[in-house]
């Protein structure tokens, strides 16, 4: 069975970002994403295991943008559940990174430096293996993810996600997504994260 695009999972206007943005950001790119995860799903069942090798092969390149695609997918619905909310910092979460970072200020200076410095994404993600908080940055959707963590917010901070609204300042986009973060949905994937 194909893998469906998921919808936007907000209605409200959002803080800087516009509708149409949001609509060529949703229903173009990460729909593309979405029907190339496909189409690259049904080619590797195609694909001859007897001519796989290292330097090139059908197989090693579908697998390789494998992991592309669906990490495109994956880190635009994680960008898409952040937004939505009020950007007031409450619950579990807001808690943990305050004590991770001394305190919220500190969190999102964090953050959005990261954003800053990263060409394609910044994560703030739950890591399994150590049982922690973590900013992580990715320059390619599959570059720079950590098996083994969960993002709970996920910035997307290539050029189509604020180019057109902001142009070049993208810091003030990353402003932006905070007071657009939905802290609802980042306490919920955190409170289940650390129960399991």
């Known amino acids: 069975m ?27 790119l990460y729909a593309g994403y979405v029907a190339k995860k496909n189409e690259i799903e049904e080619k590797l069942q195609q694909a ?11 197989l090693r390149a579908l697998k390789a943008d494998e992991t592309f695609a669906a990490n495109g997918v994956y880190l635009h619905e994680g960008y898409f559940e952040a937004l939505g909310g009020d950007g007031k910092a409450t619950g579990e979460l807001a808690d943990a990174l305050q004590e991770k970072f001394g305190n ?13 410095a990263a060409r394609g994404w910044a994560v703030l993600a739950w890591d399994t293996n150590d049982r922690q908080l ?5 320059d390619a959707h ?7 963590a969960v993002p709970l917010i996920v910035l997307d ?4 996600a604020y180019f057109m609204d902001y142009g070049s300042d993208r810091g003030a986009y990353i402003d932006d997504f905070f007071k657009n973060l939905d802290w609802v949905t ?4 955190f409170a289940t994260l650390k129960r399991s």
């Open 48 to 58: 001859d295991n007897a001519t796989a090798n290292q330097t090139y092969s059908e």
């Open 142 to 148: 599959n570059q720079g993810g950590i098996w083994g």
């Open 157 to 160: 901070v290539y050029e189509h």
């Open 2 to 28: 194909s893998y469906q695009a998921k919808p936007l999972p907000f209605t409200k206007k959002l803080t800087g970002i516009s509708q149409k943005t949001l609509v060529i950001h949703h229903d173009k």
């Open 104 to 116: 919220l200020e500190a969190f999102q200076a964090r953050f959005k430096a990261c954003g800053m």
């Open 134 to 138: 973590h900013i992580y940055t990715a």
């Open 186 to 189: 980042a306490n919920e994937k």
